[in-house]
T-cell receptor, first 115, second 112 residues
Framework: AQKITQTQPGMFVQEKEAVTLDCTYD???????LFWYKQPSSGEMIFLIY??????QNATEGRYSLNFQKARKSANLVISASQLGDSAMYFC????????????FGTGTSLTVIP | DGGITQSPKYLFRKEGQNVTLSCEQN?????MYWYRQDPGQGLRLIYY???????QKGDIAEGYSVSREKKESFPLTVTSAQKNPTAFYLC???????????FGPGTRLTVL
């Protein structure tokens, strides 16, 4: 089974609107962390936001928020007030447990912001 | 400026040649990682290192080798045993193995 699933290969959003990028995960380990990264066309992976499995509140970082629904095993990224510079690939990732080789990435969602 | 540097940005090699990709960080991070990204795919872990002089295989280590002689450096060698080496290679580092990973700009390797 896939550890991280991103079901939206491509998304479009109007500038200044909000958009939600979906991510579901699969783990039986009680200790895990969820991450979102942005990859512009230049290729660099930019860290956006982190949610720990024991965190009670949803993580927020500026225009980014993570909608963490533990029972549903989902960790959707919400981008508010989209900007043209938000156009990029977005990857959801999970660190499972406490070992370095248990870090999994999804296949990504391509977001295009329309002026 | 603190960060992670990878060089070169683009690399071309002939089939059968070994090639070494550089990764340097001045963030004082203990852990470092190498990932491979193919078109339309997520990242796959090649090797990681928790501390100097120690490293562990990831999911796709065959055909690759690494060293960690200094805290700030984690070079990756793509050997001739790697059957399909053309890909985008990303290096990352983190304070410890459980912390957020920060990435370098990547090296795009093309084997002709």
């Amino acid at each position: 089974a896939q550890k991280i699933t991103q079901t939206q290969p491509g998304m479009f959003v109007q500038e200044k609107e909000a958009v939600t990028l979906d991510c579901t995960y699969d783990t039986s380990d009680p200790s895990y962390g969820l991450f979102w990264y942005k990859q512009p066309s230049s290729g660099e992976m930019i860290f956006l936001i982190y949610q720990g499995s024991y965190d009670q509140q949803n993580a927020t970082e500026g225009r980014y928020s993570l909608n963490f629904q533990k029972a549903r095993k989902s960790a959707n990224l919400v981008i508010s007030a989209s900007q043209l510079g938000d156009s990029a690939m977005y990857f959801c990732a999970m660190r499972e447990g406490l070992s370095g080789n248990q870090f999994y990435f999804g296949t990504g969602t391509s977001l295009t912001v329309i002026p | 400026d603190g960060g992670i540097t990878q060089s070169p940005k683009y690399l071309f090699r002939k089939e059968g040649q070994n090639v070494t990709l550089s990764c340097e960080q001045n963030l004082n991070h203990d852990a470092m990682y190498w990932y491979r990204q193919d078109p339309g795919q997520g990242l796959r872990l090649i090797y990681y290192s928790q501390i100097v002089n120690d490293f562990q295989k990831g999911d796709i280590a065959e055909g690759y080798s690494v060293s960690r002689e200094k805290k700030e450096s984690f070079p990756l060698t793509v050997t001739s045993a790697q059957k399909n080496p053309t890909a985008f290679y990303l290096c990352a580092s983190s304070w410890t193995i459980t912390d957020t990973q920060y990435f370098g700009p990547g090296t795009r390797l093309t084997v002709l």
